[in-house]
């Protein structure tokens, strides 16, 4: 008789987004003739810039011919790319090639990062979070300290006062939108480093920035390459959430304890994680990634965000006149509110959907902490928002 892991069945019954797709579609069945604006898309929508574009179109005429066709590649990803992210991500900050693992999401990386770490670390995430952290934790069976975020530490946590063996970071932050400055970082880095803990930091959103106070990388803290991993994916960066391609980096000099207290390379672990379990992100998205970083790949790049950012603006100013108290939406696509009146998030959601036809994310989806918030993203058009955001302010308005 085989068995099952069981740590699966203490996972929550349905994704968030299931949950809110399944909502949304059974208020359209009932009301066919409602028009419906989604505000809580998770996904980018504009499409690919040209330069990318051309790039892969290269990279398939390439395969189409025996002299230039390629297989396998290298699991950690091709030179070519790696270098480009050194060079261009981490310019000045002493990260090397060997340090690069290419792969085909931060989701998949965030999750099986944890495939090197024993099941007796205890893990700390802060709450309200991107499910994923909390979720591939759960499977595996770890103790999970939740760490609360909210407007008195500015949604980046408090430094904790008990050893955790694990921490994740997340900024700009999914699903609050607040960023973490240099000096609260360097406190996590600290504390990383006075406890022997890693940080995780995912940087998914890192090209949405534009402040320049606000670090990039966590390696621009000094320490951190003693004790952090940092996650990025061209996902949200260059709108390849359906081509796939993203990378970690773990530095060389990052190192754990074996059970004989003997200091290991993660360097080395993930290499031979990655290289008995994943083939490589597929030659044409690692080429597509490649032109990010062109001239002008990073002009179109930067003008798409500069697109999000702008709708981002316009729906932090409307939430703010409505009186919730948004954060995000300043470098970030993510803008997070109060319900009006500390109602509960996923009847504000239901009350939005359908006394407005408004659809947003309730911030009890992404945890405890995000009980009587919501999320708003801005990756609908600017029309369509502020739209919505008309709505929306009539409906606090009326209540
Ligand atoms: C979207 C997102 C990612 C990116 O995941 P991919 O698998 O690379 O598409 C990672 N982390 C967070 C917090 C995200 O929101």
Known sequence: MSLINDNYLELEQRYLFAEVAARVSAFSEKNPEASIIRMGI???????VPAVIQAMHKAVE?????ETFRGYGPEPGYDFLRQAIVDNDY?????????VFVSDGAKSDTGNIGDIFSANNVI????????????????????IVLIPCNPGNGFTGDI???KLDIIYLCYPNNPTGAVITRDKLKAWVDYALANHSIIFY????EAFIRDPLIPHSIYEIEGAKQCAIEFR?????AGFTGIRCAFTVVPEQLTALSAQRKEISLNHLWDRRQSCKFNGASYISQRGAEAVYSPEGREQVKAVIDGYLDTASVIRNSLQKAGLNPTGGENSPYIWAQTPAGMPSWDFFDLLLERAGVVITPGAGFGQGGEGYFRVTA???KDKSLQAMEKLTELVKSL
């Open 233 to 237: 994916s061209f996902s949200k960066t």
């Open 379 to 381: 990756f609908n058009t």
């Open 91 to 99: 310019a000045g900050l002493g990260i090397k090639a060997s340090e």
């Open 62 to 66: 390439e395969c189409a011919h025996s």
């Open 160 to 162: 904790p006062d008990r």
């Open 124 to 143: 700390g995430i802060t709450d309200p979070v991107y499910p994923v952290y909390v979720d591939t934790n759960t499977m595996t069976g770890r103790e």
């Open 42 to 48: 998770g996904d980018v929508t504009q499409p690919l």
């Open 202 to 205: 995912d940087a998914a959103y």
